[in-house]
T-cell receptor, first 117, second 111 residues
Framework: GAGVSQTPSNKVTEKGKYVELRCDPI?????LYWYRQSLGQGPEFLIY????????DSGLPNDRFFAVRPEGSVSTLKIQRTERGDSAVYLC???????????????FGEGSRLTVL | DAKTTQPPSMDCAEGRAANLPCNHS???????VYWYRQIHSQGPQYIIH???NNETNEMASLIITEDRKSSTLILPHATLRDTAVYYC????????????FGGGTRLMVKP
């Protein structure tokens, strides 16, 4: 399909383990975003890439969280030493351009649900 | 970015218009009003956005007051598939498309 693809759709892990979540953006989209959504709340911004570089990582909660986008397309969100509080749906989005264009439309994937036991 | 205030939940009868309000009294001149919705177990979906003028597309209409301190999203003929959480977001034109989601309005369309 032509949409944003996220894998895995579900991930169950144990406390202390390492986790990688993958995002395939829409082809040609230069901007890529990671959000985290806890149950009953709106999505919370984590990090934004423009091309290969992280233009804004102010939303990453601590140094256990890291994201890369080495070739300016696929991105991987990496979580070290997972904690139960990391359990959430991790959403990826992409947009055609960035920084700002007034089309402003972000295309979201369906998310990766992470459960830390 | 300006903060928005939305009612936590609303009901609407199927086939009737759903009018979802949003207050953004601290909006500044370069900030756009965006609406997204999130159907259960899916990612958010863009609906519409505007700056000053009212806007309409195939999904909805957006009415922005003249002072821009509030807006209303209108779904003209709500269907059961419109049941979702609707987010009103204000974004400045130098924020790199960084959307900040609040709690949104949970719209329940009832038969």
């Amino acid at each position: 399909g032509a949409g944003v693809s996220q894998t895995p759709s579900n991930k169950v892990t144990e406390k202390g383990k390492y986790v990688e979540l993958r995002c395939d953006p829409i082809s040609g989209h230069t901007a890529l975003y990671w959000y985290r959504q806890s149950l009953g709340q709106g999505p919370e911004f984590l990090i934004y890439f423009q091309g290969t570089g992280a233009a804004d990582d102010s939303g990453l909660p601590n140094d256990r969280f890291f994201a890369v986008r080495p070739e300016g397309s696929v991105s991987t969100l990496k979580i070290q030493r997972t904690e139960r509080g990391d359990s959430a749906v991790y959403l990826c989005a992409s947009s055609l351009t960035g920084p700002w264009s007034n089309t402003g439309e972000l295309f979201f994937g369906e998310g990766s649900r992470l459960t830390v036991l | 970015d300006a903060k928005t205030t939305q009612p936590p939940s609303m009901d609407c009868a199927e086939g009737r218009a759903a009018n979802l309000p949003c207050n953004h009294s601290t909006i500044s001149g370069n900030e756009y009003v965006y609406w997204y919705r999130q159907i259960h177990s899916q990612g958010p979906q863009y609906i519409i956005h505007g700056l000053k003028n009212n806007e309409t597309n195939e999904m909805a209409s957006l009415i922005i007051t003249e002072d821009r301190k509030s807006s209303t999203l209108i779904l003209p003929h709500a269907t059961l598939r419109d049941t979702a959480v609707y987010y009103c977001i204000v974004v400045s034109n130098n924020a790199g498309n960084m959307l900040t989601f609040g709690g949104g309005t949970r719209l329940m369309v009832k038969p």
